[in-house]
């Protein structure tokens, strides 16, 4: 397993910032994929974005434009900048770290515990 610390989140007012971050540890040297999900109460968790290892970073039409997601490869941390947030952002936000054995074509997937940010009007 890959431990997976997620820290930030809280209660923040719309329009106002906020960043979220993971840092992931465990015996694996690479990790392919570091991204972050969110869960608002009685729904599946969706996906907000993702960065490769090599950066490319893709967002959900949700949140383009207003968050910005990086990662530091060397140390196996992304980071997650929300702005302009809204009250419909307010969920439960969890990182997610993707390790994918090549050879077999296995993919493990690693959850942080999660985070609550909440948008206040």
């Known amino acids: 397993q890959v431990p997976v610390v997620e820290s930030g989140g809280g209660l923040v007012q719309a329009g106002g910032s906020m960043r979220l971050s993971c840092a992931a540890s465990?015996?694996?040297?690479?990790?392919?994929?570091m991204g972050w999900f969110r869960q608002f109460p009685g729904n599946q968790r969706e996906w907000v974005a993702d960065?490769?290892?090599?950066?490319?970073?893709e967002y959900s039409d949700a949140v383009k434009g207003r968050f910005s997601l990086s990662r530091d490869s060397a140390k196996n941390t992304a980071d997650l900048q929300m702005n302009s947030l809204k009250p419909e952002d307010t969920a439960v936000y969890y990182c997610?770290?993707?390790?994918?054995?090549?050879?077999?074509?296995?993919?493990?997937?690693?959850w942080g515990q999660g985070t609550q940010v909440t948008v206040s009007s």
């Open positions: 465990g015996t694996f040297s690479s990790i392919d994929l």
């Open positions: 997610n770290v993707v390790v994918l054995i090549l050879v077999n074509g296995t993919r493990y997937d690693y």
């Open positions: 960065i490769s290892r090599s950066g490319r970073v």
